[in-house]
């Protein structure tokens, strides 16, 4: 079998094709049901699949669609890993906790947030607290999101968005964009008011990890950032922690870190892997968003101000609402041969230095 087949075309077809590699490879499977419907009118899943040791030293957590249509890739990495008999290379003490489609309304509708217009990978902040400020973002809202999408529209707001790029710097720019805003609840890069379904599943799902376990590594699979096909480790552990010291070492430096500075990513408000770090206090969690690169930035984000203006303004069945879905797919998915065997070859070797990692540690 090639590495493009274990790629899918939706979600139903990833989803089928998850749970057939996981009951072929003999894993133990839950289903999470998403309150929400897809396209078709199918019900939704999360699911799991677990393999190894009931009581591991060890788990390898592998996560796909935080981002809901960034799902195709690591779906794609998830079943591959089943059916090809990698999933073998498990040491003794070691389990695989594999985490399909966490956000699958995102993943079934090709959007990249949840059900609430959400972002997952924002909306673990203490929503008790007051929520992170992003005065960047209020500048920049009516800009990033105007009621009306057409040609004219985005030459001009596109001359806006390079204008504050000028006089603030880019990376003001991209903070102000995706650092993660809690302000706009129809805006793109909302972080919520609330711990969304997908976040209460995660980690309700991390709950089950046994008490033996004194290591977890997770590979979150992530697209959207970056050169086409190059697969960025992007660490979001806090510097001077022992988590990233770990990662650096496992990954033998080649990888990044948001707050240092070294990463094609911001820092962000609201992380997941900071919340899963929380809810595992008492294991060494060593983790890395995998981000792949797909279109040029400036693509990505318009793809992503296009589906939030269809999703608020606009008619889905219409030509115009199926050339931006078929718009922000491709910034999420490059459905190519070369960019899947990329993608493949980076998170094969991502995993076994996850593992040997956790191995000698
Ligand atoms: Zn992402």
Known sequence: ??????????????????????????????????????????????????????????????????????????????????????????????????????????????????????????????????????????????????????????????????AYGEREGGHALQKAISGGQYSHPDGIFYGGREDTWSRRTLLEILGRIPPSAEQVAIIDYHTGLGPRGYGERICAHLPDSGALKRAEQWYDGDMTCPSLGTSSACELNGVNLQGMERALSRVAVTGIALEYGTLPTRLVRQALRADNWLNAHGDLGSPKGRAIKAQIREAFYQDADDWKQMVWDRAIETQRLALRGMAES
Not at 20 to 33: I, L, M, W
Request: proline residues 7%; aromatic residues 8%; hydrophobic residues 40%.
């Open 1 to 162: 079998m090639s590495v493009s087949q274990y790629f899918s075309a939706d979600y139903a077809e990833a989803r089928r094709k998850f749970l057939d590699a996981a009951q072929t490879a003999g894993a133990r499977v839950e289903h999470h049901e998403n309150p929400e419907r897809g396209p078709d009118g199918e019900a939704l899943f999360a699911d799991v699949a677990w393999l190894g040791p009931q009581a591991p030293r060890c788990v390898l957590l592998t996560i796909s669609g935080t981002h809901g249509a960034e799902g195709f890739c690591g779906s794609g990495v998830q079943v591959g890993w089943l059916e090809s008999g990698l999933h073998k290379e498990l040491p003794a003490d070691t389990a695989s906790l594999q985490i399909h489609a966490v956000n699958p309304h995102g993943f079934a509708w090709i959007r990249r947030v949840t059900e609430d217009n959400v972002d997952l990978n924002r909306n673990f902040v203490d929503h008790a607290a007051p929520h992170p400020d992003n005065p960047g973002y209020r500048d920049l809202a009516e800009i990033l999101c105007p009621p009306e999408w057409n040609d004219s529209v985005i030459a001009e707001t596109e001359a806006q968005l390079a």
